[in-house]
């Protein structure tokens, strides 16, 4: 496959399916497998992104607000066991 051709599965895989990308890359009747389309986006390397945040922040209380409709409560084994 040419680079082109390439840049255009990966960029139609990105709004659709791979199939799709896979026919609507090529020009000619010819159509791309949904399987290649695949190893093509995931050939992708995606370069790591470093945080900036040089030190963290110390903070003397921490708050923390949850109620029992999010936070369920926890047993080690039986009721009452906290």
Do not use: C, F, W
């Given at each position: ?21 896979g ?15 695949m ?24 708050h923390?607000?949850a ?15 906290l």
């Open positions: 496959m040419s680079s082109d051709v390439v840049v255009k599965v990966i960029d139609s895989a990105v709004d659709g399916s791979y199939r799709l990308s026919e609507k890359a090529v020009n000619t009747e010819a159509v791309i497998s949904k399987q290649t389309v190893k093509a986006v995931h050939e992708i390397e995606i370069p790591k992104i470093t945080s900036k945040i040089k030190e963290k922040k110390k903070v003397k209380v921490l923390i607000d109620d029992e409709d999010h936070v369920s409560l926890q047993y080690k084994e039986t009721k009452g066991d």
